[in-house]
């Protein structure tokens, strides 16, 4: 299946996709692809299993948007927390915006930085994967804490169940008395170029629910990070050109990656 998305006139995405006519196989293949569709609703664990180990990537800075993960929190085995989706989802994704924005993103290569990194202010936006696993030592929270002063923008994905007591707590860390709470659905973060319905998103692990903190509490004032819960828009992006997840699902991923981007960059 391949698939290709682009803007019309009233901010809609347009899908154009052609599918092969599909011959009745063997039970033998019946079989081998139920383990596959199997293993991939468990995560991909296949491909985690058995793929090399991550080697970070750092583009030199040009002055264009360059997508930035955050290296974070121990790290264990072939894929570690802050790794997952990369770098397909990315690399998808800064395509989707080159070819829907004016944004211009950087599309050959993305960046990954620790969380004391002076490369950090370079980075407008900063996305996180698996915050359930999200460790800062002191140093690493004093970086942060300037981050997010200095105007950085951070999107917190891939998480569920008790990986939200984890991550709050260290939320709280970053911004002391920060209030984590559900934005409101008419935000401009949800409109910033796609108007999103977000009561009608379902998140890979069931209803998602965006939190978001704004500055002194105030959801007038400017939202400082987003948090996907029960969601996970990085596995939408790296799949959405296998055929593996379904094409309303990842476009909706896309709307809500390219709408973040759009809104930090313009507040």
Request: hydrophobic letters at 40%; charged letters at 20%.
């Amino acid at each position: 299946m391949r698939v290709r998305l682009w803007a019309t006139g009233c901010g809609q995405v347009r899908r154009v996709f052609q599918v092969r006519p599909v011959r009745r196989v063997a039970t033998v293949l019946g079989i081998v692809l139920a383990l596959v569709v199997s293993a991939v609703a468990q995560d991909f664990g296949f491909r985690r299993r058995w793929s090399p180990p991550i080697t970070a990537e750092k583009a030199p800075y040009d002055g264009r948007f360059t997508f930035a993960r955050l290296r974070h929190g121990a790290e264990f085995g072939r894929e570690p927390p802050w790794a997952h989706d990369y770098p397909r989802a990315e690399r998808n994704f800064t395509h989707i915006l080159q070819e829907l924005t004016l944004v211009n993103p950087n599309t050959r290569s993305s960046t990954v930085v620790t969380q004391d990194d002076p490369d950090l202010f370079t980075s407008p936006i900063l996305y996180v994967s698996e915050p359930g696993y999200w460790t800062m030592t002191e140093d690493e929270l004093a970086a942060m804490q300037n981050y997010v002063k200095k105007g950085g923008f951070i999107i917190f994905d891939d998480f569920r169940g008790e990986h939200w007591f984890n991550f709050e707590d260290h939320v709280r860390r970053m911004i002391p008395n920060a209030r984590l709470m559900e934005i409101d659905p008419g935000h401009p973060v949800f409109h910033s170029f796609f108007s999103i319905k977000t009561s009608e998103t379902v998140g890979v692990y069931g209803q998602a629910s965006f939190q978001g903190v704004f500055e002194d509490n105030d959801p007038t004032k400017r939202l400082l990070l987003v948090a996907n819960y029960n969601h996970d828009l990085g596995e939408l992006w790296e799949y959405s050109d296998t055929g593996f997840v379904p094409v309303d699902l990842s476009n909706d991923a896309y709307k809500y990656g390219v709408n973040y981007v759009v809104y930090a960059m313009t507040h």
